[in-house]
């Protein structure tokens, strides 16, 4: 049984910062590309940032500069920290991993979400 416990969310200020964290645990071999994903209310969930086994990142325009992704592969853990933060970055953040197994397959995991709420 493999979770991803995420924490770091809550409420905070227009131009401040928040880190958030995920650790997965369970009968693991390898963790593949690993990322965060956002969803406010009445919208889609969208991509945040993500990043590979190799440390490669991937950030759309609206966090370019300000959201920073990164991993630790020793603690099966991926982290978020999210600077200059803007009323419209309000939502329910998640994350996702792909996650490898003896036997050579893989399959993609979500985290229960947690809520980052940003005040003007």
């Known amino acids: 049984q493999v979770q991803l416990v995420e924490s770091g969310g809550g409420l905070v200020q227009a131009g401040g910062s928040l880190r958030l964290s995920c650790a997965a645990s369970?009968?693991?071999?390898?963790?593949?590309?690993m990322g965060w994903y956002r969803q406010a209310p009445g919208k889609q969930r969208e991509l945040v940032a993500d990043?590979?086994?190799?440390?490669?990142?991937n950030y759309p325009d609206s966090v370019k500069g300000r959201f920073t992704i990164s991993r630790d592969n020793a603690k099966n853990t991926v982290y978020l920290q999210m600077n200059s933060l803007k009323p419209e970055d309000t939502a329910v953040y998640y994350c996702?991993?792909?996650?490898?197994?003896?036997?050579?397959?893989?399959?993609?995991?979500w985290g229960q979400g947690t809520q980052v709420t940003v005040s003007s």
């Open positions: 996702n991993a792909d996650i490898g197994f003896r036997g050579n397959w893989s399959r993609d995991y």
């Open positions: 369970g009968s693991i071999s390898s963790i593949h590309a």
């Open positions: 990043i590979t086994s190799g440390g490669s990142t």
